[in-house]
């Protein structure tokens, strides 16, 4: 399984940036999916996940209100609204998919896109 980040970039304190995440696993719509970032000398941390039909999500606190992760089923991809971002979500953020059934457990990471948000 192929995952593709994008939308990274440099914004200002208080902007806002819409990440993606792309794949053309025709079995999308089994895999919980999650963004996950990782910043200079911290191990990586989850950020938001959803269930597999969107039902459910879960946040970090730190992001809590600012964020909002998302999937369409149909085109195959995720996506993370992130909004009045400050200094502190500067990383590399990954996409993450993972599923478990009776044949093992499935874990697939993208490469991964920098945001970098200035003061």
């Known amino acids: 399984v192929q995952l593709v980040e994008s939308g990274g970039g440099l914004v200002q304190a208080g902007g806002s940036l819409r990440l993606s995440c792309a794949t053309s696993?025709?079995?999308?719509?089994?895999?919980?999916m999650a963004w996950y970032r990782q910043a200079p000398e911290k191990q990586r941390e989850l950020v938001a996940a959803?269930?597999?039909?969107?039902?459910?999500?879960n946040y970090a606190d730190s992001v809590k209100g600012r964020f909002t992760i998302s999937r369409d089923n149909e085109k195959k991809t995720m996506y993370l609204q992130m909004n009045s971002l400050k200094p502190e979500d500067t990383a590399v953020y990954y996409c993450?998919?993972?599923?478990?059934?009776?044949?093992?457990?499935?874990?697939?990471w993208g490469q991964g896109t920098q945001v970098t948000v200035s003061s």
């Open positions: 696993e025709i079995t999308f719509s089994g895999y919980y």
């Open positions: 959803i269930t597999t039909a969107g039902g459910k999500t």
């Open positions: 993450n998919a993972k599923k478990l059934d009776w044949r093992g457990t499935y874990d697939y």
